[in-house]
């Protein structure tokens, strides 16, 4: 019994000691408390917001771009799209087995989708899919319960006119590339429903289009979803500047329509402010194309097609300007003395140079030529002797100010600068002296000379003008252009705009078609030009020279014209190439001639009142 | 007079009985009970059917059991305390072999109408089963290598089982409150500070061969939770979040963001303090550990004012037990252990743990209503 009594003394003091023992728990567990709350409170407490609120990154709607008259040529629509936070996301794969039901995913986009994940942070939402339909939308909407850190969005995606033949100018936009990343590091690149200009006048103007981006804070849960909005805690986006074009959207989808299934390249340029109202590269592509996402069938269409719709061949293409340089020519060796205007050479259809003979196109010789008839018959044997007396070196000077071998802050990117040759580039390239064949050649614009679509109008346009080296551009800025003088003695050009005026309005011009442009006395000038892209062998100009039909398409011609109207008060200069076109006579002559009408009449002149107003008659 | 009052009380009847139930410990734990339901309310953001309605219900049907065993005669618990803890070691050995896996650790059985966890149950029956092994050992055996192997005999074979499910934060709810009462039995200081030595030796070597990888992960996650943010870390650091950010007053009732934004996992269950401690800042943990506090002094004065030593023993496991189920969460999620699984009673969400605990407080009860009743000793055992 003792013991028990014992025992139960024991029990009794261990119990206090227990007690104790607990009791000091309790104080640590308070003084852990303390120091959590109080002590730490304040930091737990910004932790806890942190958690609690977010702000996202609102991408602000990108500016739209419009043709000179207000018109529309690149927009924005409503677009569906989902997006996933990888980091919110229990199980990638069954996630996009879960989405895949409504949304079909390719494997190429799975293993897109994975590699965006790699790439980005954890919390960058990663797009999934974009350009859903509205029932798919809604239908993912309804499963957003089973799918945490998958978010559906709609938002602004940009769209083209269908036609496409603003595609070249006007470019695209897409997801920014690795490049624009690294350049840029804001968030704003980094959401997946931001879209970047990739080329044309959306990358050129990609800051003023782009706007900024807005914040807005939101109450999310530990899931990522969006619980509550704070609007009035938040900076809206701002959206980006609409850009303005020179071009006449309207002339542009005629010409677009005149050129039909050919290839090539148009332009149509003020000639005392440089806006160009149209600037064409054919055939043309959908940029919508490249927005939604091309698909592989897209692009080996696009990549086997021998008119090389991607290529934009107006500031990109280094043709040889055939007879157009002739103007060129002529001023070099007036303004060096070496021609006289009336002086007559004869042409007798060929010319020998030592082994080789130098054909006219016409086989039978043109006969007594002086400068206007030698440009206005666009005679070749001519020219031949005057490069013998000039030299291709003031022909590169005069090509220079009139604007050939450059290129031109026009607003787009992807110009060449074409190629005046001379004998140090001819070393330099081709470890090969300058020879007097070369001369002629490039006397007719053959050879090494290339020039692009676009060099051609500047030069059309400066012989125009007159007096100042006008230089194009596209978007309409705030600075008033500022050309420099043209520096050229004014009395020889208007021998060459004469000739050029002979060429469409006197008879046995090349492009004799009289008061062709349809305004009354508004009368054009032009040059034409017939682009060889063939060798013809001796042996063949023996038998006889094959007609540009009988040959396959691409050893055809170019068919070129340059031109301006109207001739006693320039106002607009064009230029046209047709690869393959045949003569400069045929399908250029004519697309020029229907460009400046059109231009002409868009800017107040009325059509000749015989073909308006047949009543009068 | 004495003799008189003592009488009518072994009397028995239904109405004396209950007027001998010590009021205040079922007042206080329905009150924390109360507390428990508002908290799921809130954890779930105000839904009653995502928990609080079930909580509430439990707590009304354990309540109610928990009066009915403390007005049962208490020979019959006395009687029951061998065969409840074989009949829980049989369920044990069952869950082994038939047993529902859950997370990756086997602990429920199925019997069709519901699903009982074992364990749980073996946490009363091992404290029942101790009490009574003591109860009925002469006393001079306490300290004697006999004595004291039986003892840990009881304390490991359930514990063994319970480990192997695995469930570290049933395991040790089994062994600390054994060895709590095994100290409490009289054990000399010698023989448990050699345990301690012993301890120190096997700790180590348990840590290496005893655990799962994921048990040990959750250790060395809980000294170094930068370890895994988003993983069992993102558990401690939520919670400290959640419970840092309340500050004195707390967000308010219903106001927590960290627990209705879903921060906190498991907020309704084992994270729940930190749903109390947002939404009532210090004042409110305090007052939680305060209501704890006055249970485990109540059962122990209980325990203290009982004569015979399977009550004592009993009353001073099962309050040990519910204490430390409320150290280990506390200290869970304060940060100050690691995250083992282990409710707060009474206030987490969870049907077995409530019943148990409501029914070791019944026992507890009932010890006190018939502390006058004799209880034979060295009945029980071959000892």
Known sequence: MSERSDLDREFSRRSVILGIGGLSLFGVFGARLHHLQVKKGADYRTLSENNQFNFQIV?????????????????????????????????????????????????????????????????????????????????????????????????????????????????????????????????????????????????????????????????????????REFPSDSDAAKTGEDVSLTIDAKLQSETAKAFGDESGGAVVMDVITGELRVLLSMPTFDANLFVSGLTQADMDKMNSDEKRPQFNKVIGGGYPPASTLKMVVAMAGLEAGLIAPQETIMCTGKTDLGRRTFHCWKRRG??????????????????????????????????????????FDIGISGQTPGLLPDDAWKRARLNDAWRTGDSYNASIGQGFVLATPLQLAVMAARIANGS?????????????????????????????????????????????????LGFDGVQMAGKTGTGQVRGISAAERAVRVRRNEELPWKYRDHSIFVGYAPYDNPRFAASCLVEHGGSGARKAAEMVRGMLRGALASDGFAQRSDDAAPEKL | ??????????????????????????????????????????????????????HLTRLFIGSVLMIIIAVTDFRLWFGLAYPAYLAALLLLVLVEFFGVS????????????????????????????????????????????????????????????????????TTLLIIAPGLIILFLAGVKWRIIGTGFVAAAIAVPLFYRFGLKDYQRERIWTFLDPSRDPSGAGYHI?????????????????????????????????????????????????????????????????????VKNVFSKLMIAGITATFMLYVYINLAMVMGLAPVVGVPLPLISYGGTVMLVVLAGFGLILSAHVHRESDLPRGAGLLL
């Not at chain 1, 030698?374 to 090509?399: H, L, Q, W």
């Not at chain 2, 009488?7 to 009970?33: N, Q, T």
């Not at chain 2, 009532?280 to 325990?303: E, P, Q, R, T």
Request: proline share 5%.
């Open chain 2, 237 to 305: 650091t939520q919670s400290k979040i959640a419970l840092g950010s309340g500050g004195v007053n707390g967000k308010g009732f219903m106001n927590g963001t960290q627990a209705n934004l879903d921060y906190v996992p498991e907020n309704r269950t084992d994270f729940i303090f930190t749903v109390i401690g947002e939404q009532f800042g210090l004042l409110g943990g305090i007052g939680i550990m305060a209501l704890y506090l006055g249970v485990g002094v109540l059962c122990m004065s209980i325990a203290l004012r």
């Open chain 2, 102 to 169: 859950v997370n990756g650790s086997q602990r429920w059985l199925n019997l069709y109408v519901t699903r009982i966890q074992p364990s749980e149950i073996m946490k009363l029956a091992v404290v029942l089963a101790l009490a009574r092994y003591y109860h009925d050992l002469p006393d001079w055996r306490v300290s004697k290598p006999l004595g004291i192997i039986g003892a840990l005999i009881i304390i490991m074979l359930p514990a063994a089982l319970v480990l192997r499910q695995p469930d570290l934060g």
């Open chain 1, 59 to 227: 991408v602000p709607d990108r500016g739209r771009i419009l043709d000179r008259n207000g018109k529309p040529l690149a927009t924005n629509r409503l677009d569906y799209r989902v997006v996933m936070i990888p980091e919110r996301v229990e199980d990638i794969d069954l996630t996009l087995a879960q989405i895949g039901r409504h949304v079909t995913i390719s494997e190429a986009q799975t293993a897109r989708i994975k590699r965006d994940i790699k790439r980005n942070r954890s919390f960058t939402p990663i797009l999934i899919e974009d350009h859903l339909s509205w029932e798919q939308f809604a239908a993912l909407n309804l499963d957003l319960p089973e799918l945490p850190g998958v978010i559906p969005q709609s938002g602004q995606t940009r769209q083209y006119p269908a036609s496409g033949e603003f595609s070249h100018l006007i470019g695209y936009v897409g997801k920014p590339g690795q490049a624009a990343l690294d350049e840029d590091k804001s968030p704003l690149l980094r959401q997946p429903t931001f879209q970047i200009g990739k080329t044309g006048v959306e990358a050129n103007e990609d800051k003023r289009l782009r706007g900024s981006s807005g914040r807005l804070k939101v109450e999310v849960n530990a899931l990522g979803r969006v619980v």
């Open chain 1, 468 to 516: 100042q080296a006008v230089t194009p551009h596209i978007v309409i800025g705030e600075d008033a252009p500022n050309f420099a003088q043209l520096d050229v003695n004014l009395d020889h050009l208007k021998i060459v705009q004469h000739a050029m005026f002979g060429v469409c309005e006197e008879p046995g011009g090349t492009a004799y078609k009289p008061g062709a």
């Open chain 1, 366 to 407: 043109h006969g007594q030529m002086n400068l206007h008839e030698a440009i206005k018959n666009s005679c070749d044997t001519y020219f031949y002797k005057m490069i013998e007396r000039i030299g291709i070196d003031r022909v590169k000077s005069m090509g220079l100010r009139m604007g050939l071998g450059q290129v």
């Open chain 2, 1 to 54: 007079m004495v003799m008189q009052i003592a009488s009518s009380r072994r009397g028995g009847g239904l109405g004396a009985k209950l007027f001998e139930i010590d009021w205040l410990l079922p007042m206080l734990i329905f009150v924390i009970g109360l507390i428990g339901v508002a908290m799921i309310y809130s954890s779930t953001k105000g839904v009653w059917g995502a928990g609080a309605t079930q």
